[in-house]
């Protein structure tokens, strides 16, 4: 086989064991945690701008001490 089709290869092995690995987690419930999403979500107004870095790393700090 040549180098392209081996390397082809290994990603679709690698795709194929992660869609599932992501299928087992969702059957099972052990989706992302509401922590994850809040996080998500977080990132996603700091990206589109709503916040300034300062108000974002705030934040976040904020998710990881009530986490604990």
């Known amino acids: 086989m040549s180098e ?3 390397i082809l290869y290994v990603l679709f092995v690698w795709i194929a064991i992660g869609t599932v690995v992501v299928l087992y987690r969702r ?3 052990l ?3 509401e922590l994850d ?3 998500e979500a977080l990132l996603a107004r700091y990206a589109r701008g709503e916040l300034t870095h300062e108000e974002y790393e705030r934040q976040r700090q904020a998710l990881g001490a ?3």
Request: proline share 7%; charged share 20%; net charge positive.
């Open 4 to 6: 392209g089709l081996i």
């Open 27 to 29: 059957l099972r419930g």
């Open 31 to 33: 989706g992302p945690t």
């Open 37 to 39: 999403v809040a996080r």
């Open 66 to 68: 009530g986490s604990r």
